[in-house]
C-alpha cells in the first residue's frame, strides 16, 4: 500500500468511525507495547530532563493565578501614603502618562483604606481580607516591570516570555522538559474563568513550535463535562469497539513505519493515547462531591459571588495532587462589554470590587489547603497579572486608573520561597521601580529554577536558534528564596 493510500485509509476511518473520537483515543490499549512515535526528544514521551535536572528541586508542581486585565498594585499590596498626601495633584514633573488611552488625569490616592496584617506586618487593602490572612505565607515582588501597555501582547509576555504569539508558555516548556508525574492525566492543564478566555484566548497555552502535545490541556469549566468526546457511546458494541481499534492501530503502525520524521503524527498520537487514559482519570479528579463540608464552605463553592471560579480552584488542588506539573488558573476574562476582569479604566472601585468577590476567597482556600495537606513544602503557588494601574487618574475628574506596566505587584508562595517577605518596591507613588527591577524574563528563570531547571539549558532548535523561554534575558531572584 502506499503512503497516500494508507493517508487516505486513515483519513476515511477517523471521519467514518462509529466511535467518534473517543474510539480514536482508545487506540494506546492495543498498541502500548509498540513504538509509534519517530523522531527524538519529548516527541516521543521522553522528557529532555527526566531524570537529570540541573540542580536540585524545591518544587515538584507548579500552580498560577493569572488575573486577567491588570490588578492595580496601588489598590492591593503596595501602600503608598505619598500617593494619599499627593492625591489630587498633577503627574506633571514626576513622569509621563504611560497608559493605553492617553488620557493623563490627576494623582489618586488608593480607593480603599490599607491594613498591616500577619506576624510579618504586610500592608493589604481592605478589598482583599482573606488572602491579607495569609501574608505569613507569601513573598511579594512590588518591582515587576512589563514591555506592553497592551493587554494581548502584556498577556502573552507573562504566559511565554514574548509579546509576539507563536511562542511556548511557560506551561508548555514544562511539560517539555520535565514531562509528566501522572500518565494518566495531562502535564499541564489550564482553568479558564468560567466568564470566558483571557485576551489573546488560547494562544495563552500554546505549545508554539514545541512538539504539538505539550500545549496546555483546557478544561471547559463552564460546562460539567470538562472535557468533551471522553465517552464511548452506549451505542457501540464491545465488539465494534475492538475491531475499529484493531484496524486503527494497523493503520496508524503503517503510517509510522512508512514517516519515521513525522514528528506531529508522533505529538498527535501521544495526544490520543493520553486522551483515552483520561476516560478515566479526569472524571474522578474533577468530580467534587467527595469533597467534605468543610473544604466546601473554605472554597465559597457555593458563593455565587465568585461565578464558579471557587470551583477551579479545588478542581487545581485535586488535579496537583494527582500529579498534575502545571495548573492555571485564569480569573477574568470576556473581554469587551461588559467588562469581566480587572481592567478598571472608569470606575476601578466598582471594577475591582466585582473581581476580588470572585477572586479573593478561593485563592485564600487554596493557599491554606495545600498548606495544611503538606502541599505547600513542594508545590510552588504563582499569583500574577500583566500589568498594573497608573497612580494618575485616567482624564481628569476620573475615578479610574488606566494601564501602567513600568512597576506591579505578583506574589510567590509555597515551595523554596522566603515567606512573609517582601522583595523590591516601587517609588513613593507607584509610578516605576524604585529598588530591585524585575523583569519577567527573571520571573519566569527564577520559578525554572526553583523546579530544579537551568533556564539557559532548556532550549529548543527552531529556525536556526535554541530557543528558550526566557529568550536572552533572565537572572534568577536569589532574593524571593529561602
Known sequence: MSADANLLNRRHFLSSSVGGLGNIALAWL??????????SGSASGIAP???????????????????CGGVSHLDTFDYKPELERLNGTELKGRGENLGFFGQPGRLMKSVYPFRQHGQSGAWVSDLLPNLAGCVDDLCFIHSMFAKSNNHTPATFQMNSGFTLNGFPCMGAWLS??????????PAFVVLPDPRGLPAGGSINWTSGFLPANHQGVPFRTQSKEPVVDLETPASVSADARSADLQMLNQINGDFASAHPGDRAFAARLRSYELAARMQVSIPEATQLTG???????????DDPANKGFARNCLMARRLLERG??????????AFGSPRINWDGHENLRENHDTQAATMDRPVAALIQDLKQRGMLEDTLFVWSTEFGRSPSTQGINASGRDHH????????AGAGIRPGHHYGTSDEIGYSVGENRVTIPDFHATILHLLGVDHEKLTFYHNGINRRLTDVHGEVIRGVMA
Not at 176 to 185: F, I, K
Open 30 to 39: 492495543m498498541a502500548r507495547d509498540r513504538a509509534f512515535a519517530a523522531g
Open 49 to 67: 530532563l527526566a531524570g537529570q535536572l540541573h540542580h536540585r528541586p524545591r518544587a515538584k508542581r507548579i500552580v498560577q493565578v493569572f488575573c
Open 176 to 185: 517539555y522538559g520535565l514531562g509528566t508525574e501522572n500518565e494518566n492525566l
Open 291 to 301: 469533597e467534605s463540608e468543610t473544604i466546601r464552605r473554605q472554597y465559597g463553592l
Open 324 to 333: 498534575v506539573r502545571f495548573v492555571q488558573i485564569i480569573n477574568g476574562g
Open 405 to 412: 506596566p513600568s512597576v506591579f505587584t505578583t506574589f510567590l
